[in-house]
């Protein structure tokens, strides 16, 4: 197949990321939705550090509100 004659890819679903910054040396972790407490691991100085996790019900709405990410894409979405 042509890769120059391909329709553009809507998205299947979503994730809702939250940015949490390493105390020890500042540099960024990236986690989808943690709803439950847990020790990151800092790729960057090695040392771990606990997260306060995010409301699973405000999440939950959130991709309900999206429709899971096709609302995203569509503002007519229903």
Do not use: W
Not at 9 to 32: Q, T
Not at 42 to 63: A, L, S
């Amino acid at each position: 197949m042509d890769n120059e004659h391909i329709d553009p890819v809507k998205p299947d679903s979503m994730a809702l990321v939250f940015v949490y910054h390493c105390p020890f040396c500042g540099s960024e972790h990236v986690l989808v939705s943690p709803v439950q407490p847990y020790k990151v691991n800092c790729g960057f100085c090695r040392n771990r550090f606990p997260i306060v996790p995010v409301d699973e019900r405000t999440v939950k709405y959130v991709y309900t509100m999206l429709g899971n990410g096709k609302a995203a894409i569509d503002p007519d979405f229903t």
